[in-house]
Every structure is written in structure tokens, then in C-alpha cells.
């Protein structure tokens, strides 16, 4: 992935993806792997109460711990695509695999907080960066009919490993206490190395194996078949050899390509991303202070939490079926407008909820629509970029998501602080989230259907739609094959005006045989209608 091909110098085809097999053990990593990235910042906070009393610090402070985590993951983006762009997906999440584990290793040995936010939260993070964003690369390369489907199985790992790692860190904080659970955890995300080891690179080779038997046929279809009629096919296969070594190498992959700020339908989808983020976290984040100041009791407070993981590990999946239906995946991103207009309205519906039921049912639907968003917002943007610059492209939303989750939940806090009131909170947040929403549906509508159908024919990258990127590369193939033509004409004509005499020389041949004088051709030449001369044949060798 990204890696220069040793023997001719450039970039290898694009293999159409498997959409199973070995795709499905990298499914199964890139669970694993969005379960450690997404749950494993809210897991540390058992740990918070006893990091306060052996730093003398506040919760503010040790909190941060997590939104260091959360920022390196979003803002190390691009740092990540050029990574794999330069050195393949496997090598980059062994490397961010070994990061992990060795940052919360040391953090089991720090003695202050300062050395907690540079072992567990910026190299931990890294670490959890550098495997989350490759694993979603692999999982593209690997389907392309069943994208939908295997996003929102590996999207399900979120909510999985949430509701498994909370309850093992309080487990092993009272069984080893803060240091010995870091250091529990800190061999846990070793797996991630071995997620990483099976993140196998599909091979080019078997359609270059394919391509070579193609001509190999087409060479046999069209040569006279005869006990030497393997010299022509092998002259055909030293021809073509020749053409493709005429033909300039292909460009490497740029280590960050930013022509992706040229898709319309990306730029659409950056943007309502960001509006997205802004109020998508704030929600959950502030539901059970919410809950407790309504009168509810701590441990029914925090078991709403339980509920929205609980429903989330459904919805993913359901979503990803539905999204990978015929009828639905060309709108997947009104679907995806759909799900952003579910979970706004329910913060909205939500925010005059004063008792515990109202809550619960709350839970339930934004458990539902969060799902139905964690779904589908990756396959949206392999949708509209394509596999080929998917790795630059999410490097790219990543670190615009970034600045958005600083400044969504922490603008929250303080207008909590400011205003004690959560209602306010809620409407402002889901409101966000439907802006956002209208925003994709409609600029999707307008910008890009509708300049589709005055310009008469289909933009290269379809923003709309999940189209096929099997089809895109064919088309890539296609015009390339066009250009090769036109630069080679005055060859390919020749060669054709060999084939047509050839022809004709064959007619005339079987005429004289008719007529009862028959001369043995050998394969490769065709016989002239006088006789057997070999100053007359026809050479067929430059075929």
C-alpha cells in the first residue's frame, strides 16, 4: 500500500478487493483495533480517583490524560497517511502497536503528572494513531461490494471494548491498583501488533498472471495454429514487453496528496464533519452529571451509559447491512444525513427529559442514531475519494476533526459552569448536529447532483453514492490504456497494415490450394500466390 514496485519502478495495479477470505481476519484486527483507539481514553478514567490522591492534582487535570489521547489520535492524521504512504500499512502499525504499550509500560512508572501526559498520553496515543487510521486503509483495500457491511462490523468494536475494558480496569485497580493495571494494560495493547501482522498487502502479481495468459490467448486466436505457432506468441509476448518498456514509469503516491481538496464532494463533507463534532460527543459526555442533578441516583446515572453501548453494538452492524443494499448504498450520504438528523433531534426532543424513564428512552435513540453515524462516516468518504486516496483523505478530516472535539465538549463545560443549565446545552448541541446534517443533504443535492446533470455527464468520484472502486479503477485502467494508444499510433497502425496484408496473403493461399496447388507454409509466414518463393512471403514477425 503505497509501496513503490521493486522491479519496474513504479506503483502497482490496483487488485480488485476480495470482499472475503483472508479480508475477513483483517476485519476482525481492524475491530480489535477501533475498539483500543475509541474506548481505551474513557477506560483510564477508573483510574482518576487514585492518580488525584497519590499527584495531589485536581480532575481537570488528570483528565487531560484522555483529551491528550483523543488529540493525538485526531491530530497526528496526516502524520499517519504519509507514513503509509511511504511504508505500507503493516510496518506502521507495528511500529504504533509497540508505542502503545511501551507509553502506559512507563506510565506504570511515573511520579508526577507531567510524566503521565508525555508516557500514557502522548505516546500512547501515537501509538493508538498510528493503528487506528491503516486499519481502516486495509479494511477499504480488502472490500469494496461489502464495504458497508465490514464498516460497520469493525465500527462495532467501539462500543464492544467500552463496555469490556471499564469494568477490567476497576477490576484490576483493586486488585494491583493504578501502577500494576497500566502495565495489565499496557500487555493488552500488544495486541495490536499482532492485528497489525496480518494486515497482509494484496498482490499485484496474480493480475499481472491473468493479463499475461489474456494475451497469451488473443495471440493464439489470432496466429495460424501449427507446430510453431508458440515462436508468434512468444514474439507477440517480446513485443509487448517492448511497448511496456517504451512507456513511462508511473509517478510514486504522493506522501500527502492534497488534490483531494479538489473533490467538491469532499469539501462538502469535511465541513459538515466539523459542525458534526461539535456537538455530536457533548451529549454523552455530560449525560450522567445531567441525570444526577434531576435526582437520580449515582449508580442508575451511570448506567445509562451502559444502555447507549449496550444499543450501539447493534445498530452498527444493522446499519452497515442496510447501507450495502443495491437500492440504498448510491444515496449512502443521505443516509448518512439521516442518521445525523436522527441523533440531533434526539438531543433536542431530550433536553426537558426530568425523570429517569425520559432518559432511558433517550438513551435508546441516541444509542440508535450514534450508531448509524460511527456506521457510515468512513464509508461515506471511501465513497466519495476512493480507496486509492482514502489514506490521505482521512489524515486530512482527522486533524480537521481535531480542532472541533478541543473545542466542542470543553465550550460545553464552561457554558455548564456559566449558565447551570443543561438544557441549553442539549438544544445547542443537537441543533449543531442538524445543521450539519441539512448542510450534507443539501450542498450533496444542489452542488453536486444537480451540476451532474447540466454538464451531462458523471463526475470521476461519485460523493453521492457508494460507488464501486473496482469501477474506478477500470476507468483509471481505461484511460490509460487510451493514452498509451494515442502516443503509440503511428506503431499501432503499422502493425495493422501487417495484419490486414496478412490476412489477404492467406486468402490467397487457400484460393491456389483450391485449385489443386498447394505449397506447405511454414508457421509465421504466409506464401504468395505464385508459388513457394521466399523472396515473396509475408512476414509476420512484427505482429
Not at 480507496?387 to 486533524?399: R, T, W
Request: charged share 20%; aromatic share 10%; net charge neutral.
Amino acid at each position: 500500500m503505497g509501496r513503490r514496485d521493486p522491479e519496474e519502478g513504479h506503483l502497482p495495479a490496483p487488485v480488485k478487493p476480495p470482499d472475503g477470505g483472508w479480508g475477513w481476519i483483517v476485519l476482525l484486527g481492524c475491530f480489535v483495533i477501533t475498539g483500543f483507539s475509541y474506548a481505551f481514553p474513557k477506560a483510564v478514567s477508573v483510574y482518576f480517583k487514585e492518580l488525584m490522591k497519590d499527584f495531589h492534582v485536581g480532575y481537570s487535570d488528570t483528565a487531560w490524560i484522555s483529551s491528550i489521547m483523543l488529540a493525538m489520535l485526531y491530530g497526528t492524521g496526516p502524520v499517519c497517511s504519509i507514513m503509509v504512504n511511504q511504508f505500507g500499512c503493516r510496518p506502521v502499525m507495528l511500529i504504533g502497536g509497540l508505542l502503545a504499550s511501551s507509553g502506559m509500560i512507563l506510565a506504570s512508572f511515573t511520579t508526577n503528572i507531567i510524566e503521565l501526559y508525555l508516557t500514557a498520553g502522548v505516546l500512547t496515543g501515537l501509538g493508538m494513531a498510528l493503528n487506528f487510521q491503516p486499519s481502516l486503509i486495509m479494511l477499504g483495500t480488502y472490500f469494496d461490494k461489502r464495504r458497508p457491511l465490514a464498516n460497520g462490523l469493525a465500527a462495532a468494536g467501539s462500543p464492544v471494548f467500552l463496555s469490556s475494558l471499564s469494568p477490567l480496569g476497576q477490576v484490576l485497580l483493586e486488585k494491583f491498583g493504578w501502577r500494576g493495571g497500566f502495565l495489565i494494560m499496557g500487555g493488552l495493547l500488544l495486541n495490536c501488533c499482532t492485528c497489525g501482522a496480518v494486515m497482509r498487502p494484496l498482490d499485484a502479481g496474480m493480475k499481472r498472471k491473468m493479463e499475461k495468459t489474456r494475451d497469451k490467448y488473443e495471440a493464439k486466436e489470432m496466429l495460424p495454429i501449427g507446430g510453431k505457432s508458440e515462436e508468434g506468441i512468444s514474439t507477440t509476448d517480446g513485443t509487448m514487453k517492448a511497448k511496456k518498456a517504451k512507456k513511462k514509469p508511473r509517478k510514486g503516491k504522493k506522501l500527502l496528496d492534497f488534490s483531494i481538496f479538489s473533490n467538491r464532494g469532499f469539501i462538502i463533507y469535511t465541513i459538515s464533519k466539523f459542525i458534526l463534532v461539535l456537538g455530536l460527543f457533548v451529549p454523552p459526555i455530560l449525560l450522567v452529571n445531567y441525570a444526577k442533578d434531576t435526582g437520580v441516583p449515582d449508580t442508575e446515572a451511570a448506567f445509562l451509559l451502559s444502555i447507549i453501548g449496550f444499543i450501539d453494538i447493534f445498530a452498527r452492524p444493522a446499519c452497515g447491512m442496510v447501507a450495502g443494499l443495491k437500492w440504498v448504498r448510491p444515496h449512502v450520504a443521505y443516509l448518512f444525513s439521516f442518521s445525523m438528523l436522527f441523533n440531533g433531534l434526539t438531543d433536542i426532543c431530550s433536553a426537558r427529559a426530568s425523570n429517569y424513564t425520559g432518559l432511558v428512552i433517550f438513551c435508546v435513540f441516541f444509542g440508535i442514531s450514534y450508531g448509524m453515524v460511527g456506521a457510515l462516516q468512513f464509508e461515506v468518504l471511501m465513497a466519495i475519494v476512493g480507496s486509492q486516496k482514502f489514506s490521505s483523505a482521512i489524515g486530512l478530516v482527522l486533524l480537521i476533526e481535531a480542532f472541533a472535539v478541543l473545542i466542542g465538549p470543553p465550550s460545553a463545560g464552561r457554558l455548564v459552569d456559566a449558565l447551570k443549565n443543561y438544557e441549553v446545552i442539549f438544544y445547542l448541541a443537537g441543533s449543531e448536529v442538524v445543521l450539519s446534517a441539512l448542510f450534507l443533504a443539501m450542498a450533496t443535492y444542489c452542488c453536486l447532483n444537480r451540476g451532474k446533470k447540466k454538464e451531462g455527464s458523471p463526475e470521476k468520484s461519485p460523493p453521492a453514492g457508494g460507488g464501486s472502486d473496482t469501477e474506478e479503477a477500470e476507468s483509471d485502467v481505461q484511460e490509460a490504456e487510451e493514452h498509451s494508444s494515442d502516443n503509440h499510433q503511428p506503431a499501432h497502425s503499422t502493425d495493422n497494415a501487417v495484419v490486414t496484408a496478412s490476412e489477404e496473403a492467406n486468402h490467397v493461399a487457400e484460393e491456389q490450394g483450391r485449385e489443386g496447388g498447394e505449397c506447405p507454409a511454414g508457421d509465421g509466414e504466409v506464401l504468395a500466390r505464385d508459388g513457394c518463393d521466399a523472396d515473396q512471403t509475408v512476414e509476420r514477425d512484427s505482429f
